[in-house]
């Protein structure tokens, strides 16, 4: 395949999403709208990507800047419509060869397969080539006029005929061309519309009146969905969802009731794997083969083990780590700690900025006290250590291999390995003192109804 060279038009405001964050900003399984298009753009071997803005759009350049920082970045500074968008880019294609593709940056489910269609055809020799799609209801579209395998115009739904709003073939987010002919004809567009705008789409007819060869491919529907309001956002979300449970199942991941599971673009999922109702995986997530995911269970930015189980109703934060055969239990949040092989967090715990070591047993209510008011610091526990329920840990302190922790203890100093560590004030008894303390608030409660 020739060097693909692909211009992302992202410099729409989507006043539609009533939000103060620019459109495709707003994200679908974790991941801004437009980084969705450049991983596409990227995934599809553009050997180049360029995002043209708008104006004050600088939040766009950073979120898109981090997620793939060799994309170079040009501003519309005056809002002229699709066509000179694309000349903004100039820098791009002004010397460039091979193809240049322009890819609208507002279509979530976009894939790096969709480019194939329209970049065969151009490897067969057409001079242009543009991605179409067959929607339920084409209102609104871009509606394709051709003639045969030739694609003769796009002509925009309130610009076209009765007869060619029946058309059902209409324009996606993709058109192509061979290097050499977009610059013979993007500087031809001339605003002949109500808007007085340059529109990208004109080029077809262009192209066709300049005896270029333009012709065209058909992507499915959802892969070419666009958001331009909130319904749109929440459609594309379910039908990323979709998607993802789909690939996952037919990896071998097991869903026990797949609707109410929830997966990041970036989600790692080993075979094997058993993901029970209502779990929630954030950004940055991988999953060893045979682990267990318990109900409603949240988990994001962590690592977890083969063979190891998690929840139900746990919460991994970022940079938490399990290692193989690991058990985090039921109302446990664990955030930038390792829990080590075949190690035990069962329940009702907080660990973080901890390091627990290999079949460590952390008891309930147990609390890694790692935050002074000022700065975090570390707390270590060593292999087979035993943590008794209700105990907290004052950061920094290392509880050394094999060591117990009493029950109810407040452990400020290190404690050695094999010791047994108690740190709570001696129990007292004494006898027959409950009837009195009995018989005080009863005298109070009286007092107080007299009163009432």
């Given at each position: 395949?020739?060097?693909?060279?692909?211009?992302?038009?992202?410099?729409?405001?989507?006043?539609?999403?009533?939000?103060?964050?620019?459109?495709?900003?707003?994200?679908?399984?974790?991941?801004?709208?437009?980084?969705?298009?450049?991983?596409?753009?990227?995934?599809?071997?553009?050997?180049?990507?360029?995002?043209?803005?708008?104006?004050?759009?600088?939040?766009?350049?950073?979120?898109?800047?981090?997620?793939?920082?060799?994309?170079?970045?040009?501003?519309?500074?005056?809002?002229?419509?699709?066509?000179?968008?694309?000349?903004?880019?100039?820098?791009?294609?002004?010397?460039?060869?091979?193809?240049?593709?322009?890819?609208?940056?507002?279509?979530?489910?976009?894939?790096?397969?969709?480019?194939?269609?329209?970049?065969?055809?151009?490897?067969?020799?057409?001079?242009?080539?543009?991605?179409?799609?067959?929607?339920?209801?084409?209102?609104?579209?871009?509606?394709?006029?051709?003639?045969?395998?030739?694609?003769?115009?796009?002509?925009?739904?309130?610009?076209?005929?009765?007869?060619?709003?029946?058309?059902?073939?209409?324009?996606?987010?993709?058109?192509?061309?061979?290097?050499?002919?977009?610059?013979?004809?993007?500087?031809?567009?001339?605003?002949?519309?109500?808007?007085?705008?340059?529109?990208?789409?004109?080029?077809?007819?262009?192209?066709?009146?300049?005896?270029?060869?333009?012709?065209?491919?058909?992507?499915?529907?959802?892969?070419?969905?666009?958001?331009?309001?909130?319904?749109?956002?929440?459609?594309?979300?379910?039908?990323?969802?979709?998607?993802?449970?789909?690939?996952?199942?037919a990896a071998g991941v097991t869903l026990r009731d797949p609707k109410t599971v929830y997966f990041s673009w970036d989600t790692e999922i080993g075979r094997d794997v058993v993901i029970e109702p209502s779990v929630v995986f954030g950004p940055g997530v991988t999953v060893g083969e045979g682990a267990v995911i318990h109900a409603f269970s949240h988990i994001e930015g962590a690592t977890i083990g083969v063979g190891a189980s998690v929840g139900p109703f746990a919460r991994l934060r970022p940079e938490a780590r399990l290692e193989d055969g690991a058990k985090v239990g039921n109302f446990v949040e664990v955030k930038k700690a390792n829990i080590g092989k075949g190690a035990k967090v069962n329940h009702l715990t907080y660990i973080g900025d901890a390091d627990v070591g290999p079949h460590a047993n952390i008891g309930a209510g147990t609390v890694t006290c790692n935050y002074d008011g000022v700065t975090k610091s570390r707390i270590m526990i060593g292999a087979n250590a035993f943590i008794g329920s209700n105990s907290s840990l004052v950061a920094p302190v290392e509880i050394g291999e094999g060591a117990y922790v009493g029950s109810g203890s407040v452990i400020t100093r290190n404690v050695e390995p094999g010791a047994l560590a108690i740190g709570r004030a001696r129990q007292e008894n004494k006898p027959g003192y409950a009837a009195k303390i009995r018989a005080r608030a009863e005298a109070v409660k009286k007092s107080k109804a007299s009163k009432g």
């Open positions: 395949m020739a060097e693909l060279l692909s211009i992302i038009l992202a410099a729409g405001e989507g006043t539609r999403m009533r939000s103060a964050v620019p459109k495709v900003l707003h994200r679908v399984g974790g991941l801004p709208i437009v980084s969705h298009v450049v991983r596409a753009a990227l995934g599809a071997g553009s050997s180049r990507v360029a995002v043209v803005t708008g104006p004050g759009h600088g939040s766009v350049r950073d979120a898109v800047g981090a997620f793939a920082p060799e994309v170079c970045f040009f501003e519309q500074t005056e809002r002229r419509g699709t066509a000179h968008a694309a000349t903004m880019a100039r820098e791009l294609w002004r010397d460039g060869e091979g193809y240049v593709a322009i890819v609208y940056g507002d279509h979530p489910l976009l894939r790096g397969e969709n480019f194939e269609g329209i970049i065969a055809r151009l490897d067969e020799g057409w001079d242009a080539a543009i991605l179409g799609f067959e929607p339920a209801d084409p209102t609104g579209y871009g509606r394709f006029i051709t003639d045969g395998e030739r694609l003769l115009a796009i002509r925009e739904h309130k610009d076209a005929s009765e007869e060619e709003r029946r058309i059902g073939l209409c324009n996606a987010c993709i058109l192509a061309f061979r290097a050499d002919a977009f610059r013979d004809l993007i500087g031809r567009v001339e605003p002949n519309n109500a808007q007085g705008e340059y529109y990208v789409t004109d080029l077809v007819e262009l192209a066709n009146d300049a005896g270029y060869k333009v012709g065209y491919a058909v992507a499915p529907e959802r892969d070419v969905m666009g958001v331009n309001d909130r319904a749109q956002l929440a459609r594309a979300e379910a039908l990323f969802q979709e998607l993802r449970r789909e690939d996952f199942m």
